[in-house]
């Protein structure tokens, strides 16, 4: 079954680090440009980063500078370290595998939370 | 780009035909997609490239396009479409999503 599977959410401190990771399976994550996508609770959704097949990286201009997408082929995983934490940082984050040939995100994982509090 | 998703909430009723906007602020190649999402689920792709039926969808949703204006539309709307659809953009980094439309029922 192709799935995706995020963990490593939890309760951090403004100005800290946390790291998420998002393990793949029934697909080849490094076959795909692979994106982080969050979403406020009662809010939209927002795109976060995307790493592509041949590793390159983008940001939106919220993250830029703080948070490093990577993925370890071995582990067929995503990751993302997000550093200089923010209260606004305060959401679900997922993966999602980008599918080119259709210029769409078609498969999502379940999200893990990430609350930013003193 | 930006994205202006309207309304941002709708009321219907079973069997109505409901259609969703999303302008962009620029031309976007047709590189858009419309999402529907269940509470405390994940986003299901229904509509790629502006038009085209995602494998599974019913065939009551469809997705058409005028200039930087696209829509999406449910002919006839059945109770398991009460839920919030978003537009997504693919054309140019930084992708964007539209505001979302809540979809209840009347």
């Known amino acids: 079954e192709v799935q995706l599977v995020e963990s490593g959410g939890g309760l951090v401190q403004p100005g800290g680090s946390l790291r998420l990771s998002c393990a793949a399976s029934g697909f080849t994550l490094s076959s795909y440009d692979m994106h982080w996508v969050r979403q406020a609770t009662g809010k939209g959704l927002e795109w976060v980063s995307v790493?592509?097949?041949?590793?390159?990286?983008h940001y939106s201009g919220s993250v830029k500078g703080r948070f490093t997408i990577s993925r370890e082929n071995a582990k067929n995983s995503l990751y993302l370290q997000m550093n200089t934490l923010r209260a606004e940082d305060t959401a679900v984050y997922s993966c999602a595998r980008g599918n080119w040939g259709l210029h769409a995100f078609d498969i999502w994982g379940q999200g893990t939370m990430v609350t930013v509090s003193s | 780009i930006q994205l202006t998703q309207s309304p941002s909430f709708l009321s219907a009723s079973v069997g109505d035909r409901v259609t969703i906007t999303c302008r962009a602020s620029q031309g976007i190649s047709s590189y858009l997609a419309w999402y529907q999402q269940k509470p405390g689920k994940a986003p299901n792709l229904l509509i790629y490239?502006?038009?085209t039926l995602q494998s599974g969808v019913p065939s009551r949703f469809s997705g058409g396009e005028s200039g930087t204006e696209f829509t999406l539309t449910i002919s006839s709307l059945q109770p398991e479409d009460f839920a919030t659809y978003y537009c997504q953009q693919l054309n140019t980094y930084a992708l964007t999503f539209g505001g979302g439309t809540k979809v209840e029922i009347k």
């Open positions: 790493i592509g097949t041949a590793g390159d990286t």
């Open positions: 490239t502006a038009s």
